[in-house]
């Protein structure tokens, strides 16, 4: 039998991310009743710190269920079948997010794009122009595509719709860049917000949420589509709970530990200490392939690039997979895999939620013994050129 490594795992996956010591803390108390005065004050509360990080005076649903459910309920609440919509081509989770709502009987048009390089917002400007009967009833975004480690620009997008003067919703999946890098839905005009717990809330997995515009409300109004769980309207009359079924209260104990244990650290600090990480990751990474044999950052787009992910290419003829066994198995190192095609041919490392420099370092050496256990070329100096980053 193999013995498990001793010591702490260093976790580096894009989600689930680390639960700080704080939160299983705040978790760890006896359950309380969900429809008592004192929960609902927490709950309340709760639900204003949600729409602080995600600056919104909004109105928010939250779902026991992952960020599949809060995608689904984007959906159905606000479109039936037959409906379009067109989706700007990430990776992975655009594609995931598309298969749904192809499922649902929605029609879905695809804003191809290069993965690497990322959608050209001037093709969405044009294919909005050409849409003079308002056919396309929203564009879906993924801001931060876990699989590649690139942002999308909202704000470019929103002027695209402003400037074609579309009247499409606008919808954002936020899952992996929530309390990770900035996000302004009221500023960036954003009708729909995709969040999940297990990510930048630092919070096991199973609870998700979407914040919700003034004018995605009408149009949910007013859409027959059949649905349950997910009715906001559902939810409206279920106050002051707004929550269908038994409510998790010990999500929301941790989520009201991971709100606090956010704003001591001031949301600006936090998304700088994400940028400061970020930036250490992809030296490092430039470093391994500096000579051209090493793998390779992902993304390609500069201005693009993602402060909670970062996707790394394999040299050719090495498998990523092979790699990560290397890491978890003799170093307790996890590491997240290539997603769809990129599945041996890429891994992630996550570096949001509850992560500091030691943690990083650990992880980025540790990634360099592991290339060296399994075998991957890389160029000497990534771990310096972290160092040299975190110090400037
Ligand atoms: N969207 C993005 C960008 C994600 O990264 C993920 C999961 O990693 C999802 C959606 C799906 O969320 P879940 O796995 O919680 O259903």
Known sequence: MNAKPRGRQFFNNPGPTNIPDRILRAMDRPVMDFMSDEFLAIQHACHAGVKRVLKTDQTLYMYSATGHGAWEAALANLFSAG?????????????????????????????????????????????????????????????????TGMVLPLPDIRRALDEAKHPALLLSDTISSLASMDYKMDAWGIDVTVGGSQKGL?????????????????????????????????????AP???????????????????????????????????????????????????????????????????????????????????????????????????????????????????????LLGCLATTELAMKTAGV??????????IESLAG
């Open 241 to 359: 709970q707004k929550f269908i079924g038994t409510a998790p209260v010990h999500m929301f104990f941790g989520l009201q530990e991971s709100l606090k244990m956010l704003e001591e650290e001031g949301l600006d600090a936090v998304f700088a200490r994400h940028a400061r990480l970020g930036e250490a990751t992809r030296a490092a990474v430039r470093a391994w392939g500096a000579d051209g044999k090493g793998p390779q950052l992902f993304c390609q787009s500069s201005d693009r690039l993602s402060n909670s992910v970062t996707a790394v290419l394999m040299p050719e003829g090495t498998s990523s997979d092979g790699l990560r066994k290397a890491a978890i198995d003799r170093y307790n190192l996890s590491l997240g895999g290539g997603l769809g095609p990129l599945m041996g041919k890429a891994f992630r490392i996550g570096h949001m939620g509850d992560l500091n420099e030691p943690m």
């Open 377 to 386: 070329p890389f160029a000497p100096g990534g771990v310096d050129a972290a």
């Open 83 to 147: 409906d379009t919509v067109l989706i700007i081509e990430t990776g992975y989770f655009s594609q995931s997010w598309a298969e749904m709502a192809t499922n649902l009987g929605i029609k879905v048009e695809t804003l191809a794009a290069d993965w690497r390089k990322g959608a050209d917002i001037s093709q969405l400007a044009d294919r909005l122009a050409r849409d003079k009967a308002h056919a396309i009833k929203a564009v879906l975004t993924v801001h931060n595509e876990t699989a």
């Open 202 to 238: 630092m919070l096991p997995t199973g609870m998700s949420l979407t914040g919700v515009s003034a004018k995605a409300i009408e149009v949910s109004r007013k859409n027959k589509a059949p649905r349950h769980y997910w009715n906001w309207e559902l939810m409206n009359g279920r």
